[in-house]
């Protein structure tokens, strides 16, 4: 279901995205504490861990974001993974806002 939902996320109405989108399996493994709009990029502070080429999925008031991890800093250092309790900089492909929910798509 993960496929159909990337393929048809772009030219399918909300509604049906939203009906697509619950067939996926997430697990919440974080928050936004930090949206840098110049870059763009935000900070994650993470519950659990996460990697690069995970699919994580953020979720807010008005913000619905489903994207691969391709880009992943801790204190301006790249990192391959961060764990539980750390700070990561992502970047991002739109605008997110601080206290949106990150989830991990796990992919069956």
Known sequence: MCVIREKYSQ????KKRKEVREFMKEEQIGKITHFFPHIPAGVIEL?????????IHIKGHT??????????????????EGKKGDDVAIKL???VRIHDLVYKVIEE
């Open 93 to 95: 492909k739109d605008r």
């Open 63 to 80: 913000t619905d974001l489903t994207q691969i991890i391709d880009s992943m800093q801790i204190d301006n250092v790249s990192v391959q």
């Open 47 to 55: 519950e659990k861990e996460l990697k690069i080429s995970d699919k």
């Open 11 to 14: 030219s399918v109405s909300r």
